[in-house]
């Protein structure tokens, strides 16, 4: 019995050091904080920060197709990166936007295609709300071989946010009919938050006495006819 459990306990152990634990990661900006996890980099790899923008520099982030004959040969290449962002007090988070991205692609052979798809969404925290903005097409450079740069529309978050979560989203897809080659990489990225100060008491208060002053005007006009 004795021996059983020793046993048992040597198994659970093994199964226990061969999990890789999740280990929280911090950031911090000039006006913003962002956390993540280590365990879901995928090929995005780990992210800097500098001011209140993150960036990445992807080292295998790459869809690649070698292939001769007849057919059709396509590799996708997809990953996806999330973080939460929180602003630093007196400060409310006001956009979010993938400012720039960029890589190479090959393509060899009359049918080579190379493709580009993503997003980014945000969801303000608390709540269930996911703003979308749709990576554009990428502008390719002229020619069989060169570089690829994209970006995507700003999302303005709602007003009085603190905190949000961000997924950013990436395909990279290489396609070929019949003999050739293709490749697409992705090389690097930054995506930007822009954040807004949080109105001084006595700015709520002259707002408030605006409120009431137009609603007075109003009233009184209304009294005259």
């Known amino acids: ?87 630093m007090p007196g400060w409310f988070l006001n956009t979010a936007s993938l400012v720039s991205e960029s890589g190479s692609f090959s393509k060899s052979g009359a049918n080579a295609a190379v493709f580009v798809f993503g997003d980014l969404k945000a969801t303000p925290l608390p709540g269930t709300s996911v703003f979308t903005s749709t990576i554009g097409a ?41 003999t050739g080659s293709a490749s697409v990489s992705k090389t690097a990225a930054t995506i930007n938050i822009a954040v807004t100060p949080v109105p001084e008491p006595s700015a709520y208060m002259m707002m408030l006495a605006g409120g009431a002053f137009v609603g007075f005007v109003a009233w009184r006009r209304r009294q005259r006819t």
């Open 138 to 178: 990428p502008t390719f450079t002229p020619g069989l071989t060169g570089t690829w740069t994209a970006s995507a529309p700003v999302i303005n978050l709602a007003p009085g946010t603190t905190e949000s979560l961000i997924s950013y989203r990436d395909q990279l897809v290489a396609r070929v009919v019949g």
């Open 1 to 87: 019995m004795f021996e059983f459990r020793s046993i048992l306990a040597a198994v659970v152990l093994a199964g226990a050091t061969s999990v890789a634990v999740a280990v929280p990661v911090t950031l911090v900006g000039t006006n913003i904080v962002v956390t993540y996890d280590d365990s879901t980099l995928g090929l995005f790899g780990a992210p800097t920060i500098s001011g209140d923008s993150l960036s990445w520099a992807p080292a295998s982030f790459a869809a690649v197709v070698n292939r001769t004959g007849a057919g059709v040969g396509v590799n996708n290449a997809t990953s996806t990166f999330a973080f939460t962002v929180t602003a």
